[in-house]
Every structure is written in C-alpha cells, then in structure tokens.
C-alpha cells in the first residue's frame, strides 16, 4: 500500500482490489505508479519521517530531508551535500540518531 502522507499520491497498490478501471485510474492526477514510496511498517529503518508520517513519495521525502525534518541514521550517504547511495555499508552514525526511538511510525 503506498498513499503519500503529504501530497496524497498513490501507487497500483493503494487501489489494489478496488472497483476501478484502468482507464480510471490513468486519468488520476495523484495516480504516480513510478515513484519510489518510503515508509514505516513494522521493521525499523534507516530514517525518521516528522511525527505522523507512515508514508512518503520520494519527491515529498526529498523536500523533508532538504529541510532537516528527516533524520537520516547515517551521514555517509552524503557526497559534497548530494544524496548518493553506494554498495559500501555505511559507517557513520548521525549524532542526532537514537536507536531506542527514532526508524518506527511516531503518531502525532
């Protein structure tokens, strides 16, 4: 199920079972079957989204984490301030970070 928090884009499968065409479903402008969904499930992640968030498109997490609202658990994903994602495990801890608190949904 991916149903952006914030702009309220949805992917196949927040409508998966519903009674809608696919033709329907093209026509929707929210309908963004391509985007990258990050989420908080039952399985602590990497990142911490502002309190209430559960789901976010990659474009709305991108604006939150350019804003400082999303804690990244590691620092080294960052080359010369750009966001890049490599094989190597990465090896160092956001002070900010708190692993008793912060990778799970937090409710408002």
Known sequence: MAYCDECGCFDDNWVDGEDI???ELEK???YEPHRYYYWHGDIQEDYQMPKGYECLCEECF???LNKGEIIEKY???F????LVYTDKQPQVLNPKWNDEEMGWFIPV
């Open 79 to 82: 080359i010369d301030g750009f």
């Open 62 to 64: 991108g604006d939150f």
């Open 28 to 30: 929707d402008p929210l």
């Open 21 to 23: 065409t696919e033709e």
């Open 75 to 77: 620092l080294d994903h």
